[in-house]
């Protein structure tokens, strides 16, 4: 399976971001799906996750409140709302799945968010 992130862009501090992440080829409705972000200097961290089946979420103490994860199963499309976005956030976010009882793996490419001040 392939993972496209995309929507990414430049926002000044207290706008919105939606980012996609959208599956191509054969997908596993057991995945769970992640968002991850690196910032320059810094090592990637987990930002929110959710489950292909249920639905289930689960959000980052730094940005929860603030972001929100979902999916639309008709396009195989995991969306993360991003909202009052502040510079801290910048980022490359990336997008992964993780097999039960498996890692994250299968990274996208990544979408860069810069939130100027």
């Known amino acids: 399976v392939q993972l496209q992130a995309s929507g990414g862009g430049l926002v000044q501090a207290g706008g919105s971001l939606r980012l996609s992440c959208a599956a191509s080829?054969?997908?596993?409705?057991?995945?769970?799906m992640g968002w991850f972000r690196q910032a320059p200097g810094k090592e990637r961290e987990f930002v929110a996750s959710?489950?292909?089946?249920?639905?289930?979420?689960y959000l980052a103490d730094s940005v929860k409140g603030q972001f929100s994860i979902s999916r639309d199963k008709a396009r195989n499309t995991v969306y993360l709302q991003m909202n009052s976005l502040k510079p801290e956030d910048t980022a490359t976010y990336y997008c992964?799945?993780?097999?039960?009882?498996?890692?994250?793996?299968?990274w996208g490419q990544g979408t860069l968010v810069t939130v100027s001040s």
């Open positions: 080829g054969r997908t596993f409705p057991t995945y769970t």
């Open positions: 992964a799945r993780r097999p039960p009882g498996g890692n994250f793996g299968s």
């Open positions: 959710i489950t292909w089946t249920g639905g289930s979420t």
